[in-house]
């Protein structure tokens, strides 16, 4: 057997074959892209959402935390809330401008509705720390004739 020369190949080794190609016709090509758009969220924002610059109970730090705790308790009266939204205001027993309510800081069975008091704790909103936000809010009286809903969405009349 005569040796192989520089650059051929021997008649005894097999050529690995060629990798796939992609199908190129059209049909073929509109269920790949079809395909991988039911694996990805249905959701036209998705890629796009800009982080909430609300402290949430989770986001809040630690020392936010702790500070808020150790401060003193006040009593409000729900102005409003909105479950789908996630937040809401207080108005203060005290006067003063409304307090906002994000839904993660809102303690017990029900979600609050118009008209429920409340007692809370505040914690300012960063980055300037000029605004307040309720935390560890608690209904103390729920509002007479309304519809009361749990956070696992059986309904009560109070």
């Known amino acids: 057997m005569a040796?192989?020369?520089?650059?051929?190949?021997?008649?005894?080794?097999?050529?690995?074959?060629?990798?796939?190609?992609?199908?190129?016709?059209?049909?073929?090509v509109g269920l790949l892209d079809t395909q991988r758009a039911r694996d990805r969220s249905p959701s036209p924002l998705?890629?796009?959402?800009?982080?909430?610059?609300?402290?949430?109970?989770?986001?809040?730090?630690?020392?936010?935390?702790?500070?808020?705790?150790?401060?003193?308790?006040y009593k409000g009266v729900c102005k409003c809330f909105c479950r789908s939204k996630g937040h809401g205001f207080i108005t203060p027993a005290d006067g003063g401008p409304d307090i906002f309510l994000h839904i993660s800081d809102v303690e017990g069975e029900y979600v609050p509705v118009e008209g429920d008091e409340v007692t809370y704790k505040m914690c300012s909103i960063p980055p300037k720390n000029e605004?307040?936000?309720?935390v560890e809010v608690v209904i103390t009286h729920l509002a007479p004739?309304?519809?009361?809903?749990?956070?696992?969405?059986?309904?009560?009349?109070s």
């Open 145 to 157: 004739g309304t519809k009361h809903e749990t956070w696992s969405g059986h309904v009560i009349s």
């Open 131 to 134: 605004k307040l936000q309720a």
């Open 3 to 28: 040796n192989p020369v520089r650059g051929e190949r021997s008649a005894m080794s097999s050529a690995p074959p060629p990798p796939p190609q992609p199908p190129t016709h059209q049909a073929s």
């Open 46 to 73: 998705r890629g796009n959402v800009v982080p909430s610059p609300l402290p949430t109970r989770r986001t809040r730090t630690f020392s936010a935390t702790v500070r808020a705790s150790q401060g003193p308790v």
